[in-house]
């Protein structure tokens, strides 16, 4: 999985947000382990998709990256230099390379800036003065993003969701960034607005030759826009690979059971997969199970899982670069083997 000069390079990064309790005295009495132990590295101009259900982290694994959040732990390179805990002065000359999608278009607009002005933004912030103005410049965006130079001052309100969006990514386009983290860019669109969305995107990296961040818990449109996806399960990565490999024959069975979930179209002679149900809820990330996270709704558990954390290695049988954290990783093949939807518990 490690590039030999990776753009980004993630390695042990974790991020614990204390709880506080007690009175008068507040103290610390426990802690939310959000994102726990993450090891990944994007190249330039990669996409790398960040998978999982709601509350795994992805989000706070972005802010993480573009450190709009202090990490508790591990460290993050950024072009080979060491950004994990830099204060303000040493992030700036790099500030303008790393930008962020949010995920709600309608609040990560100020309502009382127009376009222009919120597109030229971190152009004033920077000092950035573009040949021909930065009116000029904001205008280009625009029409980058699909959206009509004329709409130069108009504001947010004006613009329906899709149209909004387009705006925070000629905001993120600005500084002409070599890192985009995209947190669920389209999650709160229409689904008829979110392919235009994703094949704007998908088309700003080939031109621009950005790389990618891209977190969201639709699978199918992972697989469309990344090279290679990971799959978080409460705060840990449990598996990551190139895109074909790991939805042609994943080894995790989390991943496995994602991949159930996602709907296909078959004809009527040709069976369809079986749906594989996990019991019960994601624990709590104030006190996950020990051992491997997954072990409490896994068909395959089994004492060691409850003892041993399974490292993140590669299993017999993978490609290169396809990495695994499980004791028992799935059969190889490309069919997803069948599994009793009836009671996911019970021994494979």
């Known amino acids: 999985m490690s590039n030999a ?3 980004l390079d993630v390695s042990g990064l974790t991020k614990h947000f204390p ?3 007690g009175f008068p005295i507040r103290r610390t009495v426990g802690a939310v382990q959000a994102v726990d132990g993450l090891d990944f590295s994007v190249a330039e101009g990669e996409s790398l998709g960040l998978v999982g259900e709601s509350g795994c982290g992805k989000s706070t694994t972005g802010r993480l990256i573009t450190r709009l959040l202090e990490p508790t732990g591990g460290k993050i390179s950024y072009r080979g230099k060491d950004i994990t805990h830099a204060g303000r002065k040493q992030l700036a000359p790099i500030r303008s390379e790393i930008q962020m999608i949010f995920q709600d278009p309608y609040a990560s607009l100020n309502p009382r800036q127009t376009v222009g002005k919120i597109i030229s933004g971190p152009m004033e912030i920077n000092g950035i003065e573009p040949t021909g103005g930065r009116e000029k410049r904001v205008r280009e965006l625009l029409e980058i993003v699909g959206l009509n130079p004329e709409h130069y ?3 947010p309100h004006e613009f329906s ?3 909004r969006q387009r705006i925070g990514v000629a905001r993120a386009l600005a500084l002409e960034p070599k890192l985009i983290v995209a947190d669920e860019p389209v999650s709160a669109l229409d689904v008829s607005i979110q392919a235009q969305v994703v094949n704007l995107l998908q088309q700003v990296q080939k031109d621009l030759g950005i790389a990618f961040v891209f977190i969201a818990h ?7 826009f990344s090279q290679r996806v ?7 990565i449990v598996e990551i690979a190139d895109r074909d490999d790991l939805y042609g024959n994943p080894r995790h069975p989390y991943t496995r059971a ?3 979930a996602v709907p296909e179209a078959t004809a009527d002679d040709v069976p369809a997969r079986e749906r594989i149900l996990l019991k019960g809820d994601v624990p709590s990330p104030i006190n996950p199970p020990s051992g491997c996270r997954f072990r409490t709704r896994c068909w395959k558990a089994t004492d060691k899982c409850a003892s041993e954390a399974p490292p993140l290695v590669q299993v017999e049988g993978n490609k290169p670069g396809h990495l695994t ?4 990783p799935e059969t190889d093949g490309t069919v997803p083997a069948p599994r009793l939807s009836k009671d996911p518990q019970a021994a494979a």
């Open 161 to 163: 969701g899709g149209q």
């Open 153 to 155: 001052n108009r504001f």
């Open 230 to 236: 990971a799959v978080m399960y409460l705060g840990k």
């Open 325 to 328: 954290a499980c004791h028992y």
């Open 19 to 21: 709880i506080k309790g």
């Open 5 to 7: 000069n990776p753009l």
């Open 258 to 260: 994602l991949l159930s």
């Open 218 to 224: 639709d699978l199918a449109i992972v697989r469309h």
